[in-house]
């Protein structure tokens, strides 16, 4: 083994059923607006909070869309991707390459979270903790009314 770092792709199907808040996610790149030089695909850039893709769990920023019910994206313009995606009906198929995230033995990995993923308690103890306090100065305050 030469010990590099691998860093691959993998591809996957997958369905979403269209809710109100339509797919859940934006996209970016075509032919006329490359998201990555000499590319004319088109990527995820946002997955919207409670929309399908989110609830899914799947998808993720930065994969790249290869068809849509089995139409290929290559060499669309952006705005043909997105009509395409407005007119794809309620169940909706995705073929999507995932970008397999670098491995180096025990340096490369972060746990099962994303990169610069927050973990829970940094944001819970802070809050359980101001939380109380809230609660202490409140409780204090109604003694001396």
Partial sequence: MNGGVSCG??????NLTRGPLGL?????GGMDQPYIANDSGIYVSRIKEDGAAALDGRLQEGDKILAVNGRDLKNLLHMDAVELFRNAGCNVSLKVQHRLQPQNGAAGHRGDGEPGDIPLAVILVPGLILAITAVWAFLRYRQRM
């Fill in 9 to 14: 792709f993998s591809e996957e199907v997958i």
């Fill in 24 to 28: 859940g996610f934006n996209i970016v």
